[in-house]
């Protein structure tokens, strides 16, 4: 598991949402939050990053754009606070005017099958956190990403719904090389939806580990996958 990703993912999702807060020297706060699924027919957790100043005045009555960061498999909702540094990693960007203000939401992913945590964040976790929080509810302040199996659950929405999403980070994950119904679906609903997902997703980050990432060449055959569709998808290497 590697926790030198969620910087850039941060960075990437981020940066360029409009903002004129200023929190330097400021700390955020982490919730953990218990809400019922009706996809899973049981209650469940996520964490909630929420910035300085949410609740003070003037802050208080402003809205904030929104992130959903999807653990790898095997981990839960509290792998991003506890191994990935999430609060103090959005603490220093946001002080250092490098990332704007905004809430980072953590679901607990279960290593669920994509399609039905696809339905959990688009017909549970979204609702709730739009409302229950001053969220900017629309595509182009909501991004999604995830690491590993989380990669893979967050494609699902993030291709298939892309109209919902802005951002997308997808970090050492792909689409199983032998998956071979999932590339064709994938392919089918690319090439006739290329226009429109392009003018939706603002920016696609893809990340990998290098050649001995276990999910190295899942992560490449899916990126060409990708780009044979004419979709732009920025790609770097982090060895380590």
């Given at each position: ?23 330097k ?7 953990t939050?218990t ?20 609740d ?49 939401v ?9 399609d ?50 802005g ?67 920025h790609?770097?290497e982090h060895?380590?």
């Amino acid at each position: 598991m590697r926790t030198n990703y969620l910087p850039v993912i941060l960075l990437l999702g981020l940066l360029v949402l409009l903002s004129t807060h200023n929190v330097k020297g400021n700390e955020g706060t982490v919730h953990t939050i218990t809400y019922h699924s009706t996809t899973q027919n049981t209650e469940c957790n996520m964490n909630v990053y929420l910035p300085y100043g949410y609740d003070l005045p003037p802050d208080s009555a402003s809205s904030y754009p929104v992130f959903y960061l999807i653990h790898g498999g095997g981990e839960n909702y509290r792998h991003w606070v506890n191994s990935g540094h999430a609060k103090t990693t959005l603490d220093d960007f946001i002080a250092s005017d490098i990332a704007v203000p905004m809430i980072l939401v953590m679901p607990d992913g279960k290593d669920l099958a994509a399609d039905v945590f696809c339905n959990e964040l688009l017909y549970d976790i979204i609702p709730y956190i739009e409302s229950n929080y001053r969220v900017k509810a629309d595509r182009e302040h909501r991004g999604v990403g995830g690491l590993s199996w989380g990669g893979l659950q967050a494609m699902e929405p993030g291709i298939f719904h892309y109209e919902l999403f802005g951002y997308m980070a997808i970090l050492s994950s792909g689409w199983f090389t032998t998956d071979n119904a999932t590339y064709a679906r994938a392919r089918d609903f690319l090439s006739t939806h290329q226009d429109d997902l392009l003018s939706s997703v603002r920016y696609w980050y893809f990340s990998q580990g290098g050649p001995s990432d276990i999910a190295y060449e899942n992560g490449k055959v899916t990126m060409a996958t990708i780009r044979e569709a004419g979709i732009t998808v920025h790609y770097w290497e982090h060895p380590g």
